[in-house]
């Protein structure tokens, strides 16, 4: 495959002959140096020799040299491996011989030019052939505008960009006849036969056409390859502008896609135009050219649409797991789950439910199979919670030979003496215990009274020989571990947290109709040194002991410091009492933190339990010890191939305690505070690999930020939780689990150890074929989680499910889901960021949409005109979270942007479920000015961009994380009173923490929504009002994903546009 982005129809953004010439491309001119080689000095480039471009004109496949990735990065291996640049690619640091030194950037469409783009798209044909209708709301639509000159013919660049080009480079004359025209013609621009040299063609030249100008993506030159050729236009856009730069000529693809005239043609595509992506603040061209008609935003796939279709389809009802690959309702609709059994989809969603039966297959289609598991999803109150099985001594019925657990995919036969492994096929003897006579079905005579036999998910107790050194295990502990030094005394934090623990404590987790909760409480304060506190329940006041030496972390005392809150409740708040007025005059302001999780590793091991440190922190541990961090953020470093060192952990002693943790069953939760950079990619490693959480409040205040820290910590501590986790995922023959993401540690390839897991937190897998699936028995899964109860029982936790196998394309099509291939995405572009630069990130993630997206077209929709865009109707709204990942923090390379938040954010990706990566990704945005208040319903969000805005609205916006109150200017009076019972909205105070509550059905809607969405939200939100033209506005429209990027990225709009022209060029 070849470089994918995202353009409409090639000529805007170029300067025309004819068409007034206007400033090419997108993006102001730019001084800084321009890519390809970080830094350098831009060059000019070389000009092929002519021949040599007509041979790859003619559409041979190019010499292999020129593969930008190691060649299974494309070549269906890994798809989405992400490979690092091999080193023969010498495409950085090398003096570029790419089209794209040498030009000059250029300047974002004008709202005109996309729409000129657009409409010759002919979108909203977004349905499969005929047998497969389209649910979309959408008619048909084709928006038939004249095109401008030439649209759709390959055209040059003209002079005026790159004055270096020699006379002798103009378009390969008359192109043998059997090469494709570049970009599939627009409605009503002539195709046979015309000659492709010639003043008309003067634009951009196409993508996937080879010429003798600047090299093109696919084309392959004499030098050596260039990042930056993936561009067909001339001209980067300035460094961290968000273009979305390709991969270079051989990074072609995967091999899916051999390059020639077979799979999608032989040509290659080139990049994006290097703007396209309207990344970049700038004056819109001039535009000379038809009047053209504006394109109906309406028109183009809407999330808020789907969404709402979802819910009028398949909300309120009850889904049963009884078929095979059966795609359930999407994340955001309501509905109840009944097992019968495959697993419910709140445990395991994947990204197809139809898996294809060939590696082949997979490799042509590049669509990712993948399942997302979160084994310890909540359920609702209308779902019963899983059932527990015993079998006494003899423990778990597993298969022999692959040692899966009893399921519904086990076939009993031989009158029920035996039964064969649905997962390898093997036939084992049932245990005579086991025993029991089949039906006239086949069925054991027990089916509906065993969990293990009906249902996909259910629990299985565990013997001893499940347990570690196997003895029982002791129930978990929860040790609290508070920093009192100087910062966190004086904002009053310290005080916070011990007036809260007074009540939370009361609330810790506890079995289903147990009186108390079993779990262990113990208390650490620490600076530079840490103190341990004895509250032993015969004592009449708390005991301190301080362990100065933090090279050789040793816990002082066994008995009495881990204890029952119920018994020891009066020393405790004795305790909590107690530490604001001890540390009040402190001025240490140095801490430590190593240590602190190392006393905590050893106080669980010395207890023989499991359990969970609550670290709360507010600065980089700066003091002589081991762990000790010093300031290593350099901005220098944004766009260039190091960026990827702001976010690995530095090495050494918090490695050594990821796997000291992990052993021990000791899961981090950090609460940091900081007022400045952390080195949070260091500091939340043994978090995010624990299993734990990673919150972050910059610059704390109580008055502001103190209820939004307690409610994280309240849903913290109550959450749903089990300890010391190994978890396997096994799979029927033919495929297997080859790659992981989540807050896990891997020894070895197949067992995923989590000190803990709790409702929230999910584990991506990733499958690849080993040999050919079957139509006819199709795809099993089974996710085995062995883990420790609050209340310290050891227990199996088991889900299975069974996926379709089709050698047809269209049923994988139809059966995707995509919002859990956005999840896998955002996880596997998230992890490669650690080793490879930001900028190849993106171009994989462009290439791979497109190629989906081009697949499905070439062998699934029915024939229909180049111009049209037809996107498969399960994945209509795929390119709007794409793009709006793109945009995330993590993916953008800007200097404004703070490198804590950006890591913080990467890592919490990791461990998400499908609905906080959906939500994450496309936010909520509700609007409150015009609901009915009588009504229970929340009102229908609208599509997060700033055109559904309305200056006398009120709008909020929540995506998870953030939480907005949004005012337009001409809110009326008496909406701002009933809310804020201010005269109007010119009264309005900036820093409001919380809506004041009032008594008028208005204020009382609004209140019970936001509180809503706190209590259904993992994390807490603070919330944010912001007035329209305000400055704190910035931060909200960031939010409206449909819209450009505030530092950088695509409007929703433009982004189509530039997919469908990749589309375009691969399958020409």
């Not at 009993?412 to 093997?426: A, H, L, S, T, V």
């Not at 709204?877 to 938040?901: C, H, I, Q, R, W």
Request: hydrophobic fraction near 35%.
């Amino acid at each position: 495959m070849s470089q994918q982005g995202y353009v409409a129809a090639p000529p805007y953004s170029q300067a025309q002959p004819g068409m007034g010439g206007y400033q090419g491309g997108f993006g102001p001119g730019t001084t800084q140096p321009l890519y390809g080689h970080y830094g350098g000095p831009p060059q000019a480039f070389n000009a092929p020799p002519t021949g040599m471009m007509k041979s790859t004109a003619a559409g041979l496949p190019p010499p292999p040299v020129s593969s930008h990735y190691s060649q299974n990065v494309h070549n269906g291996d890994h798809p989405q491996r992400y490979a690092a640049p091999p080193a023969a690619s010498a495409a950085y640091g090398q003096p570029p011989q790419s089209s794209y030194n040498s030009m000059i950037p250029q300047a974002p469409p004008t709202a005109q030019q996309v729409t000129n783009q657009m409409s010759a798209m002919n979108l909203g044909n977004y349905a499969p052939r005929p047998m497969h209708p389209p649910t979309s709301t959408v008619p048909q639509q084709h928006f038939q505008a004249p095109p401008p000159p030439a649209m759709g013919q390959p055209q040059m660049p003209p002079s005026p960009q790159s004055p270096q080009m020699p006379p002798q480079m103009s378009p390969p004359q008359s192109p043998p006849a059997s090469m494709p025209m570049a970009g599939p013609p627009m409605p009503g621009s002539p195709i046979a036969g015309q000659p492709m040299a010639g003043p008309p063609m003067a634009g951009p030249p196409m993508a996937g056409q080879q010429m003798a100008g600047p090299p093109m993506a696919g084309q392959q030159m004499a030098g050596p390859p260039m990042a930056g050729m993936g561009r067909p236009f001339p001209g980067p856009p300035p460094p961290g502008a968000g273009g979305f730069q390709q991969p270079a000529p051989g990074a072609a693809g995967p091999t899916g896609y051999p390059q020639q005239p077979g799979q999608f043609g032989g040509q290659h595509m080139a990049g994006p135009q290097p703007g396209m992506p309207g990344a970049f603040p700038s004056g819109p061209g001039a535009m000379a050219g038809p009047p053209q008609k504006k394109l109906d935003p309406d028109s183009i796939p809407s999330i808020t649409q789907v969404i709402e279709d979802d819910k009028v389809k398949q909300g309120g009802q009850v889904f049963t797991t009884n078929i095979r690959g059966q795609v359930p309702p999407l994340v955001t609709t309501d509905f109840t789950v009944q097992d019968q059994g495959n697993a419910s989809p709140r445990f395991i969603r994947c990204t197809t439910y139809s898996l294809p039966c060939t590696a082949d297959l997979a490799k042509q289609c590049q669509v990712p199979l993948a399942a997302i598991i979160k084994p310890f999803a909540n359920l609702p109150k209308n779902e019963t919670s899983l059932y527990v099985v015993n079998h006494g001594e003899t423990g778990p019925i597993r298969c022999n030979r692959c040692k899966a657990y009893m399921c519904p995919f086990m076939q009993f036969i031989d009158g029920g003496r035996r039964y064969q492994c649905g997962f390898c096929n093997c036939v084992n003897e049932v245990p005579v215990f086991y025993f029991q006579h089949l039906d006239h079905m086949g069925r054991r005579v027990d089916f509906y009274e065993r969990p293990e036999l009906s249902l996909g998910s259910y629990e299985c107790l565990a013997t001893l020989d499940y347990c570690k050194n196997n003895k029982a295990p002791n129930p978990p502990a929860y040790i609290f571990m508070i920093d009192v030094s100087y910062n966190n005394i004086k904002s009053g934090l310290v005080k916070l947290i011990c007036d809260e623990l007074k009540t939370l404590l009361e609330k810790l987790p506890r079995e289903e109709g147990a009186e108390s909760s079993a779990i262990k409480v113990g208390f650490v304060t620490y600076n530079k040194v840490l103190h341990f506190y004895n509250v032993k329940s015969a004592l009449a006041q708390p005991q301190m002991m301080v362990v100065s030496d933090t090279a050789e972390m040793f816990v002082p005392l066994l008995d009495g410091f881990l204890v029952n809150y119920q018994d020891s409740k009066a020393v405790i708040y004795n305790l909590l009492d107690q530490i604001p007025d001890m540390f009040a005059d402190t001025n240490e302001s140095e801490t430590v933190f190593a240590p602190v999780i190392q006393a905590g590793v050893e106080a669980l091991k010395a207890a023989e339990c499991s359990g969970k440190l609550f670290i709360f922190q507010s600065s980089m541990p700066t003091a002589e010890a081991p762990g000790k961090l010093k300031n290593r953020d350099d901005k220098k470093l944004i766009n260039t191939d190091k960026e990827k060192t702001l976010f690995q952990p530095q090495k050494g002693v918090y490695e050594q305690l990821v796997k000291d943790c992990v052993a021990s069953g000791c899961c981090v939760d950090l609460f940091l505070f900081p007022s400045q950079y952390v080195d949070l990619a260091t500091m939340a490693n043994v978090p995010c690999h624990t299993g734990g959480s990673v919150y972050k409040y910059n610059n704390f205040q109580v008055e502001t930020d103190g209820e939004h820290f307690l409610r994280d910590l309240r849903k913290d501590i109550q959450k749903n939780i089990g300890f010391d986790a190994i978890m396997r995922v096994r799979t029927s023959t033919g495929f297997r689990a080859t790659e992981f993401f989540g807050g896990i540690y891997m020894n070895n390839t197949t067992d995923i150890e989590m000190a803990a897991v709790d409702c929230d937190k999910a584990v991506t897998v990733e499958f690849k074929h080993d040999d050919a699936l079957s139509e006819e028995t199709g795809a099993m899964m089974q996710c085995a989680l062995l883990y420790t109860t609050i209340s310290g029982q050891r227990r199996l936790r088991i889900h299975n499910l069974s996926l379709n196998c089709s050698s047809q394309l269209l049923d994988l099509y139809k059966s995707c889901e995509t919002d859990s291939l956005i999840n896998f995405f955002a996880k596997s572009a998230y992890r490669a960021i650690l080793n490879q630069p930001i900028k190849n990130v993106r171009e994989i993630l462009i290439n791979q949409t497109a190629h989906m997206l081009a697949c499905y077209r070439k062998n699934c929709a029915s024939p229909s005109a180049a111009s049209q865009l037809i996107l498969p109707d399960a994945m209509k709204v795929f390119p709007v979270y794409m793009n709006s990942l793109m945009k995330t923090a993590p993916l953008v390379g800007n200097t404004e942007l703070s490198t804590d938040d950006r890591a913080h954010q990467r890592l919490s990706v990791t461990a998400m479920g499908v609905e906080d990566t959906q939500l994450l990704l496309y936010p909520r945005l509700i609007p409150l000015h015009n609901m009915d208040v009588g009504s229970e319903a929340l009102p229908a969000p609208v599509r997060c961009s700033e055109e559904r805005l309305t200056d006398a609205g009120m709008f909020l916006l929540e995506n998870g994380h953030s939480l907005f109150l949004w005012l337009g200017q001409a809110c009326s009076p008496d909406l701002i009173q009933s809310i804020f019972n201010l005269p109007s909205l010119a009264h309005l105070q900036g820093n409001m923490a919380a809506l004041p509550e009032l008594d008028n059905p208005l204020s009382k809607k609004v209140q019970s929504i936001i509180s809503g969405l706190l209590e259904k939200r993992p994390n807490s939100m603070k919330l944010q009002i912001v007035r329209q033209r305000d400055k704190p506005e910035i931060l909200f429209r960031q939010f409206l994903v449909e819209d450009k990027g505030l530092y950088a990225g695509a409007s929703y709009m433009d982004f189509l546009c530039y997919v469908h022209r990749e589309i375009r060029q691969l399958l020409t």
